[in-house]
């Protein structure tokens, strides 16, 4: 049993069977007269609205997880108990019963001495003879109540949660491609000009000596190709979000309690109607109706 831990440390820790599977977390402590926690619930379920005890006398406290040694399926099917506040010693001798076998050397004897319950059926209606009460009901399968039967059954409640599902990220390289471009380019090419001698040009022509050897040059120029790069900004990319909702269909299974009307005042033997309604259904045989 935790003893040392104090109850308030325990509400909302994850709660895990022996079989290494979390159950749920933990809603409510219960503990005993000298406040040592005693009982825990666990809230189970798709959004942790179903609420199932457990004891506290194997368990372990450890890095804020609580170990219970049973298995999570176990757990689920302990006794439905409303977590209202307090135990009523029914109600804790149910949870008792159902622990006991599995709990070890934990819980070896439920009876308590200091308890002095008196559990014999009193009142206007209480038949001795035949160990009921006449005027509620008897039940077959446990202690008497009313004279009506509750019917109960799962509902299954869908809700959404945000999660991650990925992640996206902006990362930029460099690229190196060819880029070809077409440049006029000119250049200079010697040409020669022959001109006959006129009248116009005879003093030019006159004007050296007779016979000589001589050299005249002309320079040529040309264009050639130069090319230079510069960086200049193009366009900016972010990234951004948008919400798109699409119908997704949800299915489970869920438990509903069905009530039957069971008949035996027939008389099998000789198929003789008993006089009750045939529109019961309940001519021969047993009768047997889901309500």
Known sequence: MITTTNPNDLIGADVYGDDEKKVGTVGQVYVDQDQSPTWITIRTGLFGT???????SSASFDDGSVRVPFSKDFIKDAPNIDADGALSETEEDSLYSYYG???????????????????SPTGAGYDSSAGYDASAGHDTSGPNTDSAMTRSEERLNVGTERVETGRARLRKHVVTEQVSQTVPVSHEEVTITREPITDANIGDATSGPDLSEEEHEVVLTGERVVT??????????????????EQQRVADSVSRE????????????????TGRDTDLGTDRGTDRRTL
Not at 50 to 56: R, V, Y
Not at 228 to 245: F, I, Q, S, W
Not at 258 to 273: K, L, P, Q, W
């Open 258 to 273: 069905e009530i039957e009307v069971v008949d035996a005042d027939v008389d099998r033997d000789t198929g003789r109607d």
């Open 50 to 56: 179903k609420e199932t005890f457990a004891p506290l």
């Open 101 to 119: 076998a599995g709990m070890g050397t934990g819980i070896t004897d439920t009876s308590d001495s200091s308890r002095t319950t008196d559990t």
């Open 228 to 245: 230079d790069k510069e960086t200049v900004p193009v366009e900016r990319v972010a990234l951004g979000t948008e919400t798109v909702t």
